[in-house]
């Protein structure tokens, strides 16, 4: 099937997933976790076989920066259905479904040197899943705090807003941030380990900014989750940790990817 077949049938699905969560946010339609889960396996599938063709080279994966996000957007969406399943997290597809549809227009429409890891690299590709994981959570982490923040402002202010009519309760929706914050920090943990045994020179493979970030946003996860248990932070608060956390890691990890594909030229 052709990229382009594969690409409009991803954005099309991606499209009604998301209008009908706005439908039910705004009490159009009746939220149906059948359709729901449908949709979104529908376009998980077209999103796949994109990738298949995109990213899957022979000999290896790019994972150039627009290509590794349609990647991450993937699995983003892989587990926010899996969740779905059994914890209240329909509101995140808002973000999500969007955010995998930009991924895959960016992806067609621009160009990057490739950054190619070969196939049996499997210590490498093993790092690689475990960041790319940890990312997927991280991100989902970050849409699930500023929900948490728009919802306490709204609290604070006695403002009855659509938004908040539709979204968890207070303590729950904490209660989900905090278990996203603590899956992403044993993989990131897992990711750093794994870079320190497999990668022999971090400074002529240019990741050297990279894991300096990557140690900085968990540092500043491990002091949220600290601060939650310690001094029982929540709220406001631990939603500007959170996104304070997933912006170093995300500069880490599409910062330094931009720096070296789009000003330095650079691929490998």
Not at 16 to 32: D, E, I, K, M
Not at 109 to 119: E, F, G, K, Q, Y
Not at 187 to 201: K, S, Y
Not at 225 to 244: E, V
Request: hydrophobic share 55%; proline share 2%; with cysteine.
């Amino acid at each position: 099937m052709g990229t382009l077949i594969l690409a409009v049938t991803a954005l099309f699905l991606y499209s009604v997933g998301t209008a009908l969560q706005a439908l039910h946010f705004r009490g159009r339609v009746q939220s149906n976790l059948a359709i729901t889960t449908l949709v979104g396996v529908l376009a998980l599938i077209g999103h796949g076989l994109l990738i298949a063709q995109t990213v899957h080279l022979d000999g290896g994966f790019d994972l150039s920066f627009f290509k590794s996000s349609v990647l991450i957007s993937w699995l983003v969406v892989f587990l926010l259905l899996g969740l779905n399943l059994t914890k209240p997290v329909s509101s995140l597809f808002l973000g999500a479904y969007p955010m995998a549809a930009m991924t895959i227009v960016m992806a067609l429409i621009t160009h990057a040197p490739s950054r190619l890891v070969p196939d049996q690299s499997y210590g490498m590709l093993s790092h690689i899943a475990l960041s790319v994981t940890a990312y997927s959570l991280f991100t989902l982490a970050a849409i699930q705090a500023v929900l948490l923040y728009i919802q306490n402002r709204h609290l604070k202010r006695n403002y009855n807003s659509l938004l908040v009519r539709n979204l968890p309760p207070l303590q729950t929706m904490e209660s989900l941030l905090f278990e996203l914050v603590w899956a992403g920090v044993v993989l990131l943990v897992l990711a750093i380990v794994t870079g320190a045994v497999f990668i022999e020179d971090l400074f002529a493979q240019d990741l050297a900014h990279k894991t300096l970030f990557s140690l900085l946003s968990l540092l500043v996860f491990v002091g949220l989750l600290a601060g939650r248990y310690i001094k029982g932070w929540r709220g406001i608060t631990a939603s500007r940790w959170t996104l304070a956390g997933c912006a170093l890691l995300m500069l880490a990890f599409y910062g330094s990817k931009f720096v070296l594909e789009f000003i330095f030229q650079k691929g490998g």
